[in-house]
Every structure is written in structure tokens, then in C-alpha cells.
């Protein structure tokens, strides 16, 4: 299995920007989709964004699209979450997440469609 660290998180007012990376090892995440969750106390874990092993755009939730991208670096083998325009809704522990490319044939979406999760980063966003 492919281990996941992710990093980047932090305080940041309403309207900031933050860039979270997530760092691979074990396997390289070109045979994987990669994606981003994120889980808000007392909330239950949500789909934020998903990057296919073949690259392109990416997929993301209807809270975050426009103002969130995700891109990834098969070469440094990393994957990134641009934030910018932040609000305090974004608030949340932030976790990168992979998926075996051989499992599915579109983009997964859902937490359960995912194999292995890093630790998570805190994002705070203050009003």
C-alpha cells in the first residue's frame, strides 16, 4: 500500500489561500487516483476533490469547486490542494486519500472507495 503525509494546513483568515500537499511513498500514485476529504467537528467525512492516475482536471465537491484545485506531481510523487478564497465553512482536518486506479473506472468520490488515508491537517478559517 501506498503511505500518505499530508501537509500545508494552518490558521488563515476568511479570504486567504492555502496550499495543502500530501507526499507519497511505498508505491508511486501514478497507479492511483488521489483524492482529498475533509471532516468538520461533529460532521461526518466529506469528498472535497479527486485527481485521476491519467491527470487532467480534476473532480471536485459543488462547496469547494472554483475555488479549490487539485494537481499532482507524479515525478516528486505528490499531490496538492490549491485553496484559495477560504471561508470559516472550510474549516476542517484535511486528509489525502488513495484509490487503486485497477479498481475503478471513473473517478471515486466516495470515502469508502478509498484504500489508504494519511493523517490529516487542520485547516482553521477565522471570520
Known amino acids: 500500500q501506498v503511505q500518505l503525509v499530508e501537509s500545508g494546513g494552518g490558521l488563515v483568515q476568511a479570504g486567504g489561500s492555502l496550499r495543502l500537499s500530501c507526499a507519497a511513498s511505498g508505491r508511486t500514485i501514478s497507479l492511483y487516483y488521489m483524492g482529498w476529504f475533509r471532516q468538520a467537528p461533529g460532521k461526518e467525512r466529506e469528498f472535497v476533490a479527486v485527481s485521476s492516475w491519467r491527470g487532467g482536471s480534476g473532480y471536485y465537491a459543488d462547496s469547494v469547486k472554483f475555488r479549490f484545485t487539485i494537481s499532482r506531481d507524479n515525478a516528486e510523487n505528490t499531490v496538492y490542494l490549491q485553496m484559495n478564497s477560504l471561508k470559516p465553512d472550510d474549516t476542517a482536518v484535511y486528509y489525502c486519500?488513495?484509490?487503486?486506479?485497477?479498481?475503478?473506472?471513473?473517478?471515486?468520490?466516495?470515502?469508502?472507495?478509498?484504500?489508504?488515508w494519511g493523517q490529516g491537517t487542520q485547516v482553521t478559517v477565522s471570520s
Open positions: 486519500a488513495a484509490a487503486d486506479r485497477q479498481r475503478w473506472s471513473y473517478p471515486p468520490k466516495t470515502r469508502d472507495e478509498f484504500d489508504s
